[in-house]
């Protein structure tokens, strides 16, 4: 008589856990090899992160393949890791509600096709576009960055935009920029008093993606957020800590 091994629910669960996180350590490799400046900036811990959210966000959108989550982790990089909510992008959301009548296979390939145009259009080849934006942050005072209050603070926004990240101005729509400012608003604790806090926020969300202050890529938003209160704005700290970023990251190229 054939004797079968038994199984239990707690070894089946610890298997399956085994598996998980060997595919996690398999993801994070993968994007050490293919955005490692990225990668030595955040460090291991938030690269695993990323990697757990953009496993949970791409089964959630009907990826489960090795290729569907990778690319959906490539994009996270690209775009920002909740750039499938974001209101720059609204092809994504087109595309992501289509995706169940679509091969998943197929539907992943038009995406990450698409979102390669837009990285190389706005940001450009090897980002020199977003490098060039991130540079006039550096060296410019808030005062050469932002415009002088019109009234209309969603012009003020897109004014801004078109003078530090013109390759984005060209694709934001008034209606876009209307989605961000309202997005900004959400990023400090308190609503902002002064709407140069609500301008500086919203560049960031264009430089950083949708709620770049949650991202695991960008934990340097959510620490100066939190950091005790010095006399300065949470606004300020948000702009101290992205030229040190922008410092730190073009030392690693």
Partial sequence: MTKFLRVSTEQIAAMSECAVNG?????????????????????RTQVRMTAKLGILRAKFHGYTTEHGVLSYLRMMFMLGSSFDCDPQYPWVYSMLTSA???????????????????????AGSNLVHLQAALDRLQRSTLEEILPSPSGDIVQDSLCWLGETYPTKRAVVTRSIAEQILNAAKKVY?????????????????????????????????????????????????????AREVGHRLRSLK
Avoid at 23 to 43: E, H, R, T
Avoid at 104 to 113: A, E, T
Avoid at 207 to 224: S, Y
């Fill in 189 to 241: 604790a308190r609503p902002p008093v002064q709407s140069r806090d609500l301008l500086i926020a919203a560049g960031f969300i264009y430089l950083f993606g949708h709620e770049f202050h949650r991202d695991p890529l960008h934990p340097w938003a959510a620490a100066a957020l939190m950091a005790s209160n010095d006399g300065g704005s949470e606004a300020i700290r948000l702009v101290n800590a």
């Fill in 100 to 122: 169940p009548q679509t091969d998943p296979y197929l539907s992943m390939c038009g995406l990450l096709d698409r979102a390669w145009q837009y990285q190389a259009t706005v």
């Fill in 23 to 43: 595919f996690i350590d398999y993801a994070c490799n993968f994007l050490y090899q293919n955005y490692s400046g990225q990668c030595k900036l955040v460090g």
